[in-house]
């Protein structure tokens, strides 16, 4: 790939032609459901999901890259890439890209996380040609001029103020920093006003090189389409980018290896003048793939997933210190958060804090009733199918399997392992996560004497 995307050499598309490997990955009723998965040469993926019932089509290409793959100087420069790849190549401005999509009524964004990005247009089924050209070429011709990247850098600048002015948000960036400290999982995925400054267009364009490999990425389609059709749409696309030119590629392994977070009883406060103070009560929780992780959804879902909740009831339904309140799992291939948050009036913090805290000690020694558990689990399952109900959903499901595990589960597959998910498994997970001691990030205008006791919260 050159600072102009990819670059062309001597070997014919159709030596390339003869390696590609389909393979079906689940297999759905009447097709219906059916799960493909095709790699072309030069190692790049593409994965169907075939719902013929709907007359719409999300298509995406996911990038194995993220925040955490940014040295410090280069943090923020995957979200800025990002930005970027929307503002034009050899054969589209960005007013035409903007415009192909806006013509036919689809929609297209994308979005960057610690370990991945994400872009992604959904149309009509019969304009699945004009997004899969769009996208493929926004991914493979970026040209990124150097005014653009000037261009770009204020509307990033502005995106990072917008979130700092958003303390709901804010604290979770908080509290990642507050678990992980300064590397890369504790960096912001926007950057900071200082890195973003900084980055040139050149250091964008060798990120770009590095990361944008066909190897690097999985194109992913759901809805009413056609497997092969969209692997013919895909490999012209992409050959016409000079990217499919080497038959001895094999595309990058999921992320692995062992993250060990030790960070235990660490408080963050950051003051801000805000009516509400914002917090997160967590600790380390489970890689996503640990095993363990059903369980943890199933007491993730009891304890703070929803209305009929431990936290919810607690905090909000008996005593009405705060409108929000939820907890929450993330988890990155070695390493995992659990985490707690709140938002409440400045001199409720260490009441809300108390019983969070009460709550999770208790759950911890404890456990949860069987009662609990089974409610937990069928709102988990009933969640889970619920939230796949759209073309977009399944496109993100498919890509972020291929590229995050290298393999794909059926939705019957996923609502058995939930069903699987007995009260002893969630009470040794509950044991194993709740007990260990939090950590604590807050952001509010609390008081000297406020911000001295919120030691108190995670003795």
């Not at 995106?159 to 700092?164: N, P």
């Not at 009516?275 to 929780?285: I, R, S």
């Amino acid at each position: 790939m050159t600072s102009r995307g990819f670059k062309a050499t001597a070997r014919t598309s159709s030596e390339a032609r003869a390696v590609a490997r389909t393979q079906t990955l689940i297999k759905g009723a009447n097709g219906i459901g059916t799960v493909r998965k095709t790699t072309l040469p030069g190692g790049l993926r593409v994965v169907t999901e075939t719902l013929p019932s709907v007359r719409s089509a999300t298509f995406g290409i996911w990038a194995h890259v993220g925040s955490r793959d940014e040295t410090p100087a280069l943090n923020g420069a995957t979200h800025y890439l990002e930005h970027l790849l929307f503002k034009g190549t050899e054969r589209r401005s960005a007013l035409d890209i903007s415009s192909a999509i806006d013509a036919v009524g689809g929609e297209m964004n994308a979005f960057t996380a610690k370990e991945y990005t994400c872009y992604y247009a959904r149309v009509l089924d019969t304009d699945l040609p004009l997004a899969i050209d769009v996208v493929c070429d926004m991914l493979t011709g970026s040209l990124i001029l150097e005014e653009d990247v000037d261009v770009e850098r204020g509307a990033i600048l502005e995106e990072i103020a917008m979130t700092e002015d958003d303390p709901g948000d804010c604290v979770h960036d908080l509290f990642a920093h507050t678990m992980f400290g300064d590397n890369q999982l504790g960096r912001p995925v926007l950057g900071t006003v200082d890195t973003v400054n900084a980055l040139s267009a050149d250091r964008i364009r060798r990120f770009y090189r590095k990361h944008y490999d066909p190897t690097h990425l999985v194109v992913a389609c759901a809805g009413n389409i056609d497997h092969n059709k969209v692997v013919r749409q895909v490999r012209a696309a992409f050959e016409k980018a000079g990217a499919l030119t080497r038959t001895d590629a094999t595309p990058i392994a999921p992320r692995d290896g062992r993250r060990v977070i030790r960070t235990a009883g660490r408080v963050e406060l950051l003051g801000r003048k805000t009516e509400q103070a914002h917090v997160v009560l967590g600790m380390p929780g489970l890689a996503r793939t640990d095993d363990r992780r059903w369980a943890l959804g199933v007491l993730n879902t009891a304890l703070g997933g929803g209305m009929s909740s431990r936290l919810f009831q607690e905090v909000r339904e008996k005593r009405g210190l705060a409108y929000s309140v939820y907890s929450y799992t993330s988890g990155f291939a070695d390493c995992g958060l659990f985490g707690v948050y709140a938002g409440c009036r400045p001199s409720q913090v260490h009441d809300v804090l108390k019983i969070c805290r009460d709550e999770l000690d208790h759950v911890a020694e404890h456990g949860l009733s069987d009662d609990e558990i089974a409610r937990a689990i069928g709102q988990l399952r009933g969640s889970t199918v619920l939230g796949l109900e759209d073309t977009g959903a399944l496109m993100n499901r498919i890509g972020k399997s291929e590229l995050c595990w290298g393999d794909q589960m059926s939705v019957d597959d996923m609502l058995a392992r939930i069903a699987a998910v007995t009260p002893d498994d969630v009470r040794s997970v509950a044991r194993e996560i709740l007990g260990q001691r939090p950590s604590l990030s807050v952001i509010g205008p609390l008081k000297d004497k406020q911000a001295s006791r919120l030691h108190e919260a995670v003795a």
